[in-house]
């Protein structure tokens, strides 16, 4: 009861984040989300928990998908190819660990995620707000 309870507080707290976030906050929150998907789905490995490995991969390879479709490459649409191989590659190296149960393909996917979660992170308040501003203004009619 009280874990029902607790995962219904937090699915409306997460809700209600996200519909007072700003585009930069949703894909920080997506980062965030990911890696902790893929350090659940490990540690699932770890303790031989299959269905709850699988759920999480699943979850994680889901938010990559996420991330590789808001990929913006309108400015430079090298960067953005590469960003989406990247992303390809990443879902790759979680389908091995899915079927080799293995978890050295999700620390490489880890430490592939921390440096472009680290670069998004680090972006000053002033660009944020601009691009914040350019984003909203788009969306409406």
Known sequence: MYGRNLRAYKKTNLEAELSVADPHRIIQMMFEGLLQRLSQA???????????KSDRISKAVGIINGLQMSL????DPELGDRMSALYTYMKERLNVATT???????????????P?????????????????????QSRQP
């Open 72 to 75: 913006d490459r309108s400015k």
């Open 42 to 52: 490990k540690g699932a490995i770890e303790r031989k928990d299959f269905a709850y």
């Open 116 to 136: 472009i979660k680290q670069a998004w992170d680090s972006i000053p308040e002033n660009i944020k707000q601009e691009t914040n501003a350019k984003i909203l």
């Open 100 to 114: 080799t149960l293995e978890t050295a393909p999700i620390d490489e996917v880890i430490k592939l995620v921390m």
